[in-house]
Every structure is written in structure tokens, then in C-alpha cells.
């Protein structure tokens, strides 16, 4: 049952009634609770991931400054926002119109519905918002005992880490519950894939090679009790909103094939069309060399729609990596015109670089493979018996940015006490950067293939 704090009774009868449609054609959700906003308030929630509880952070404050610019000057527009928790909380902005309301409504309903039922999210922890809750207070705390400028310069050392994890890590640990607790059903009552990870990493987990480095940091580093408790906090909040990384034209395409669906079959009143049309189109446009992930994935469920698929099912099982290589073929890249762009030295101008089905293919899954987030692996933790750590970049078609991984590695190297290496390979050629936390050297040799 949604609950509909602060709505006019005409909102809350249209939102009893777009509840209804969703769930008969089978979306699944739980409970959702729509508040109304002001605009600038939705900015601001937005700037904290949609916590409002979240610890404060200058950063957060940028994030706002930026998005309340793009509103002041009709550059940018936020119409919803919504949080995977349990209840779903959902924003809906005063000043949008009735239409907008319900065009809203009904894409969070599909976006709790992909919350429930998507595979990727089954891991992440429901009580979010009184976990943030806690994380703030914890912060506050640190930051009355060691001073607001200590805390967020460790902070920031840390916020430059929450990359270095695995994507596939809470997946792993959710299906090894769910497994013991198939064998065993007096394991049913297993707990959150939180408590498994706090309890995997105390007894002994996250040791070399591992790909979720910042949880070996969290644990192993030499850091007093406080910033190793800062750690943690990063690491979860970090984890929490991977999933939505890893499916985020997924995600978005779900909503936005339902309220699309929703809204045409009747929900509409015919003064409200055009207006519809208008801003479905806007939210779906995309300029030449951009995904637009409302476009690309709304087609892409469509498609399989049209296949005769099971779309329920593959919003069910897929990321948005393994759902591009299910269903992008040659004639859905000429159909949407998903070709690879590039930029005209000499005109300046951004002009098709190749429309070779299988090049722009492998550079989409390219460019989704790992959330995104760049393949790194721990592989050493005593490197020449000296304590230093090993990083390895993997590559899969993606150059290692050298310059932001220079900075990166030299936060691992003051969290961890001693120097810290990374290496990459670019054809023929590894290329490797050391810091010892304050200075930055690199070199590189040939590349020998081994086996």
C-alpha cells in the first residue's frame, strides 16, 4: 500500500489508481511513501543520494550549489527522487504539474518494482535511511572529538577510494546464504549481507588477491579505531549504491517503459497529451555520442517485448552489461543510431568515428563492464617482504586514467603507512606508478605473456 503524505485529495486518488494499474500488470512492490518537496529541497536531497539524515560533508554542499545553479537558470530539472529502502521513499516536486505528478508516480512504482525483483539488489540493506542515520551520528561524533577539519580531510581521502571494490562481492555473499539456508533451512533466518561481510572480513576475509580493496583497508590498515570506523562507514554507503551503478540503463529504461505504458492506458486525461508527449520526449532525448540511459534502456525493453521475451525475467537476472549483450544486435544499433563518435580536429565538429556493429558493441560492454568502475586488484600485501602493497589494473579495453590513479594511490599509501605500487598494461607495455603517500614515481617494461 502506498501512503501519500502531504498530497491533495486529487493526487492521492490518482495515485490509489496508478498502484492499482502497476500492480495488475505484475509489477511488484512494497510499501512507497511519496512526500512533497519544494524544488529546492529536492536539490538538496539529491545532493545527499536522497538521505537527508547523511553526514555532512562539503562535498554534498558543492553537489547542491551545482544542481540549484542548473535549476535557477533552467538548465537542469529534477522531477523525482527515489531511494531503495523499505518502506521506498519517493520526492515528488510542488511545483510540477498533474501530469507530471502522475507521469512520476507511476515511474517510481517501476523503479520500486526493479528495488524488489532485480538480482543485483537483493544484497543491499532495506534500513538504509536508519543505517545513514547512525553513519551521520557516528561522524558528528569524530568530528567533535578530532575537529570538523581532521575529520573531512579524512574523509576526503577516503571518498577518493569507494571505487576500489567488488561489484560482484554482495551478490557472492547473498547467494552463499541463500544456498547454506536451502541446505539447511535452520540457516533461513541468516542475517543481512551486512552482518555476513562485518563477519567474513573480522574472521579473516579480504586478504590478497582481492578485488575488494577498500574493505582490505578498512580492516588491515594501521589506523586508530576512529578513522578505521570512518572507513567502514564509507565502504558500506559505497556498496549500498553499487547496485545502481551496475544497472542504472536497466533501471531507468524499467520506469520509463512503465510510465510510459501506465500513463497512455488511460491514466491521461486528453488535455494532458501533448504535454505528456513533451516531456516523455525530453526526458528520453539523446545528442550525438551520448547514451542517455532513459533512451537506451526503454528501447531496449521494448525490443525484447517485441522478441517475444520475457521481459519481467530480464529485469529479474540482468546488469545493465549482460543485458546489452543479450539483446544490442546490428539492427538495433542502426535503429537507434548507436555509432561511435568522435571529435573533428579539424573542424571541431562531432562526427561518426565507426558504425561497425561489433566495434560499437565491445565498446559498450567496454565501457559497463565492472559497474563502470576500473578492474583493480590487490595482489600482494607484503611486497619483497617490505609490507607494501600490490595493485593490478586489468585491463579489458579500457586505459587506466594515470593521472586520477596517481591520486588514488597516494590516499592507499598514507592509509596504509607504506609505499604502494600499481601496475597496467597498454599493448606491449606495463606501465606502473608507485607512491609512498606524498610523492608519485612511474616507469614501464615490456609486457611478457606467461603460458
Known amino acids: 500500500m502506498t501512503k501519500r503524505t502531504e498530497l491533495s485529495a486529487q493526487l492521492r486518488h490518482e495515485a490509489a489508481r496508478i498502484e492499482r494499474i502497476a500492480r495488475s500488470v505484475g509489477l511488484d512492490f512494497g510499501d512507497v511513501v511519496f512526500e512533497m518537496v519544494d524544488a529546492r529541497d529536492v536539490n538538496a536531497l539529491a545532493a545527499y543520494g536522497g538521505f537527508p539524515v547523511r553526514y555532512p560533508s562539503w562535498r554534498f554542499g558543492m553537489d547542491f550549489e551545482r544542481l540549484d545553479k542548473g535549476r535557477q537558470y533552467g538548465l537542469s530539472r529534477i522531477y523525482e527522487l527515489v531511494i531503495n529502502t523499505d518502506p521506498a521513499y519517493a520526492w515528488l516536486v510542488r511545483t510540477n504539474s498533474d501530469m507530471e505528478q502522475k507521469l512520476v508516480m507511476a515511474h517510481v512504482l517501476g523503479h520500486a518494482d526493479f528495488f524488489r525483483s532485480n538480482v ?28 570538523q577539519d581532521t ?23 547473498h547467494m552463499k546464504v541463500r544456498a547454506a539456508a536451502n541446505r539447511d533451512p535452520r540457516l533461513a533466518a541468516e542475517p543481512s549481507f551486512e552482518a555476513v561481510r562485518e563477519r567474513a572480513l573480522t574472521g579473516g576475509g579480504s586478504r590478497p588477491p582481492t578485488f575488494d580493496v577498500l574493505g582490505f583497508l578498512a580492516e588491515r590498515a594501521p589506523l586508530p579505531e576512529w578513522q578505521r570506523d570512518l572507513l567502514r562507514i564509507v565502504r558500506a554507503e559505497a556498496y549500498y549504491f553499487l547496485p545502481q551503478r551496475m544497472t542504472k540503463i536497466m533501471n531507468e529504461g524499467w520506469a520509463s517503459f512503465w510510465h510510459s505504458r501506465i500513463l497512455t492506458g488511460g491514466v491521461l486525461d486528453a488535455s494532458e497529451v501533448v504535454e505528456f508527449a513533451d516531456c516523455h520526449s525530453g526526458a528520453t532525448a539523446s545528442a550525438p555520442g551520448q547514451l542517455n540511459p532513459y533512451k537506451l534502456g526503454i528501447e531496449m525493453f521494448r525490443t525484447a517485448e517485441e522478441r517475444g521475451l520475457d521481459i519481467f525475467r530480464l529485469r529479474r537476472v540482468h546488469n545493465d552489461a549482460s543485458f546489452v549483450d543479450a539483446i544490442i544486435d546490428e539492427d538495433f544499433v542502426a535503429r537507434n543510431a548507436l555509432f561511435l563518435f568522435g571529435r573533428n580536429g579539424r573542424t571541431g565538429r562531432t562526427e561518426v568515428e565507426t558504425r561497425e556493429f561489433r566495434v560499437v558493441k ?64 597498454e599493448e606491449s607495455t606495463v606501465r606502473w606508478i608507485s607512491s609512498d603517500g606524498a610523492e608519485i614515481r612511474t616507469g614501464e617494461r615490456p609486457y611478457e605473456r606467461v603460458g
Open 120 to 147: 543485483w539488489f537483493q544484497p543491499t540493506d532495506k534500513g538504509m535511511l536508519d543505517r545513514m542515520a547512525d553513519h551521520g551520528t557516528r561522524i558528528r561524533r569524530a568530528i567533535d572529538l578530532h575537529g
Open 151 to 173: 575529520v573531512e580531510a579524512f574523509l576526503d581521502m577516503c571518498l577518493v577510494l569507494d571505487n576500489l571494490l567488488d561489484p560482484f562481492l554482495p551478490l557472492r555473499e
Open 362 to 425: 565491445e565498446r559498450m560492454l567496454a565501457d559497463l563492464s565492472w559497474g563502470g568502475l576500473p578492474r583493480i586488484e590487490l595482489v600482494d600485501d607484503d611486497h619483497a617482504g617490505r609490507g607494501e602493497l600490490i595493485l593490478r589494473h586489468h585491463h579489458d579495453g579500457r586505459d587506466l586514467q594515470l593521472t586520477h590513479a596517481a591520486e588514488t594511490l597516494k590516499s592507499v599509501a598514507r592509509l596504509w603507512g607504506t609505499s604502494v605500487h600499481i601496475e597496467t598494461r
